[in-house]
């Protein structure tokens, strides 16, 4: 069964330094999103990535983050300058056109 | 804007008991509605979804979701659950499935099974 596979599975970094977050999304989905989900709290949109380029952020998504499929089948997060409070487990998610959105197992980002 | 409550942050159940948790979403039309589950230290993994037509759903693990209009919910249910039924368990809404949509998550169910 095809999955979207994510790298690393747990990154610790210091506090300002820059983080690349990895997604193997499903190869023939169309549209790419990242979600977050700070410890105990509830899973957040961040972006959408459709057509090589965003078609939605949060408020949460600013300029500290980007978002790039460099090679067509990778899906990176960027964070600039890490702060404490981008602590979190990050999720990649890809969708079809007609089919719902399957998630991968998680980054846990821990930033010290 | 869409929205979703679980108003249910942590349920226990017995093993073998059946099991019921809430979500209400807000949404002007047409919602497409989901239950997620979340083991510890893993990722997302979609039980059901409903798009349209049966408002009874069947999903993976012998779980089933009730989608009532005129109340906004969309309960997940479950007959008799077992120990490996642990986990959290996140409705979510989105506003279409054909295309470029977002999911709204609620807040989560923490489900405890004790012997």
């Known amino acids: 069964e095809p999955e979207v596979t994510q790298t690393p599975s747990h990154q610790v970094t210091q506090m300002g330094q820059e983080v690349i977050l990895r997604c193997v999304p499903i190869?023939?989905?169309?549209?790419f999103y990242w979600y977050r989900q700070i410890l105990g709290q509830k899973v957040e949109f961040l972006v959408s990535?459709?057509?090589?380029?965003?078609?939605?952020k949060s408020e949460i998504f600013d300029d500290q983050f980007s978002v790039e499929r460099p090679d067509g089948s990778n899906f990176t997060l960027k964070i600039r300058s890490t702060k404490l409070e981008d602590s979190a487990m990050y999720f990649c998610?890809?969708?079809?056109?007609?089919?719902?959105?399957?998630f991968g197992q998680g980054t846990r980002l821990t930033v010290v | 804007a869409q929205s979703v409550t679980q108003p249910d942050i942590h349920i226990t159940v017995s093993e073998g008991a059946s099991l019921e948790l809430r979500c209400n979403y807000s949404?002007?039309?047409?919602?497409?509605l989901f239950w997620y589950v979340q083991s510890p230290g893993q990722g997302l993994q979609l039980l059901l979804k409903?798009?349209?037509?049966?408002?009874l759903v069947q999903g993976i693990k012998g779980f089933e979701a009730e989608f009532k209009r005129s109340q906004s919910s969309f309960n997940l249910r479950k007959p008799s659950v077992h120990w490996s039924d642990a986990a959290e368990y996140f409705c979510?809404?989105?506003?279409?499935?054909?295309?470029?949509?977002?999911?709204?998550f609620g807040t989560g169910t923490r489900l405890t099974i004790i012997p």
């Open positions: 998610a890809s969708k079809g056109h007609n089919t719902e959105a399957f």
């Open positions: 190869s023939n989905h169309l549209y």
């Open positions: 990535f459709y057509n090589n380029e965003i078609s939605e």
């Open positions: 409903y798009f349209s037509g049966d408002t």
């Open positions: 979510a809404v989105g506003s279409s499935n054909f295309g470029n949509e977002k999911l709204t």
């Open positions: 949404y002007g039309a047409t919602p497409y």
